[in-house]
């Protein structure tokens, strides 16, 4: 069975809607595809209204914004109870911070680039969701860069000065909002150095797994082998699960569905433990 559980569709900062990353996890033979959009579950319905044709499991879930003493840290969220409102209320405040910070952003930039809040806007249409790879749209559009990744090693990284952090969950306090939703926490490529503000440290991870942390990320394409091995390490020790995902973003990255998967037992525990069901065909 194939299992890619963290992708990203355009209701975040992914460049395809849910029913065509669907067809895109057939194509690609993936038997379940995981939809965690950033800070969002709006995505949910169309993924789940593409099921009978494509023939694709959906896995529901979320990859949260989280800031561990401003650094940034991902928690991607299963199978929770989108209406439980503690977390919705979290997810919202995080959209709304993101919002606002993308603006700050984009007020700085115009003063050395061609760009405008509307340009940025033009390219985040379905975005429910929005952020720096809609300003790296912008500027690609405005011919200053060639894609994504150039502005990303330019004026849109995170030690630029144009930066402008945004609120996110403590994630000790979200894998216990997580838990009290009803749904499983796995941390996202928790040793991908190159695009955080610093590591969380091992510590911070501990505490999560007390406050019911499931698995963290290993096989993730912004992991390199001594980073693979250094979460290998940091799951075996805290006696977490392991995961693996392409983090897919459409023509927004280089990432492709199913270049890095999940276990099935990882998937099934997480079903168990989760108060929402797969999506099955
Ligand atoms: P933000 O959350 O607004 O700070 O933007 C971070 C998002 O940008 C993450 O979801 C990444 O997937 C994406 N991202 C980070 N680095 C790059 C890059 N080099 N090229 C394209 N997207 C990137
Ligand atoms: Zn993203
Ligand atoms: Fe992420
Ligand atoms: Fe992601």
Not at 124 to 152: E, K, M, N, Q
Request: charged share 20%.
């Amino acid at each position: 069975m194939r299992i890619d559980p963290h992708t990203h569709s355009a209701y975040s900062d992914g460049t395809e809607s849910p029913a065509a990353l669907m067809a895109q996890a057939a194509r690609a033979g993936l038997d379940v595809v995981g939809l965690t959009d950033h800070d969002t579950t709006a995505g949910w319905e169309e993924a789940a209204a593409a099921v009978p044709e494509t023939g694709v499991t959906l896995l529901r879930g979320a990859e949260i914004s989280c800031s561990a003493n401003g650094i940034a840290l991902h928690l991607l969220a299963y199978l929770f109870d989108p209406d439980y409102a503690p977390l919705a209320d979290a997810l919202a405040h995080a959209r709304h911070s993101r919002s606002n910070r993308t603006r700050l952003m984009v007020q700085r930039l115009a003063a050395d680039y061609p760009i405008t809040w509307e340009g940025v806007l033009a390219q985040a249409a379905d975005a429910t969701t929005i952020g720096r790879p809609h300003i790296a749209d912008a500027l690609v559009a405005a011919g200053a860069f060639p894609d994504r990744a150039a502005a990303f090693a330019g004026p849109l990284a995170t030690s630029s000065p144009y930066y402008v952090p945004y609120w996110g969950l403590d994630p000790v306090d979200a894998c216990r909002l997580v838990r009290a939703a009803g749904g499983v926490p796995v941390a996202a490529h928790p040793r991908a150095a190159n695009r955080q503000r610093g590591l969380v440290p091992d510590e911070t991870f501990a505490r999560m797994a007390q406050a019911g942390l499931a698995a963290i990320e290993v096989d993730h394409r912004d992991h390199g082998p001594a980073q693979r091995d250094q979460a290998r390490a940091l799951a075996q020790a805290l006696g977490l699960g392991m995961s693996g995902a392409s983090d897919y973003h459409g023509a927004g990255k280089p990432n492709r569905l199913g270049e890095n998967l999940m276990s099935p037992a990882l998937l099934e525990q997480i079903v168990s433990e989760g108060a929402l069901a797969l999506i099955a065909p």
